[in-house]
């Protein structure tokens, strides 16, 4: 393909996209779709039981808004610290696949360290997060156990 070809496919292909990102306000309304308005009952989850039947129905948990933030830090960094554990792995094995040649085994000492300097910044980056959320658990009175209570 030409380098003529090919500038011609890419605005064939822009003109394309910017179409389709328009359409709606080209096709004035045509795709336009309504819904009901809800009644202030509706809305908040009703007077009768507080908004719980409306949370449930609505997949919302019943948790408290900090043991809530406390899993999902939990989960990121259980994540993140998968994720080092992994890199450490990598490591080991270019260092066993290395042959003994120097530069391959350089390169995964460095895997090996960045990945005990990730496990170091999870382990702190939870002890933080689980004072902190302690703390603020015990301020407000949430009741929240820290990062790990579950």
């Known amino acids: 393909m030409t ?6 496919l890419g605005y064939a292909l822009g003109i394309a996209a910017a179409l389709l ?7 004035g309304g045509a795709l336009d779709a309504s819904a009901q308005a809800l009644s202030a009952d509706e809305l908040f989850g009703g007077a009768a039981d507080g908004g719980s039947a409306f949370a449930s129905s609505a997949g919302l948990g019943e948790k408290d ?3 809530t933030i406390a899993s999902i830090i939990r989960v990121a ?9 992994i890199i450490i792995l990598l ?5 066993m696949t290395s042959q003994g040649n120097d530069t391959k085994v350089a390169d995964a000492k460095k ?7 990730g496990i170091v910044i999870v382990l702190s980056a939870y002890a933080i997060a689980n004072f902190v959320i302690t703390k603020i658990a015990g301020v407000t009175q949430a009741g929240g156990g820290g990062v790990g209570a579950g």
Do not use: C, E, R
Not at 21 to 27: F, H, I, K, Y
Not at 91 to 95: E, P, S, T, V, Y
Not at 111 to 117: D, F, K, P, S
């Open 3 to 8: 380098i003529a070809k090919k500038k011609y």
């Open 21 to 27: 990102v328009s359409a709606p306000a080209l096709l």
């Open 65 to 67: 808004l900090v043991d």
């Open 77 to 85: 960094l259980g994540f993140l610290g998968i994720i080092a554990v």
């Open 91 to 95: 490591g080991g094995f270019k260092w």
């Open 111 to 117: 895997l090996i360290y960045a990945g005990i300097i």
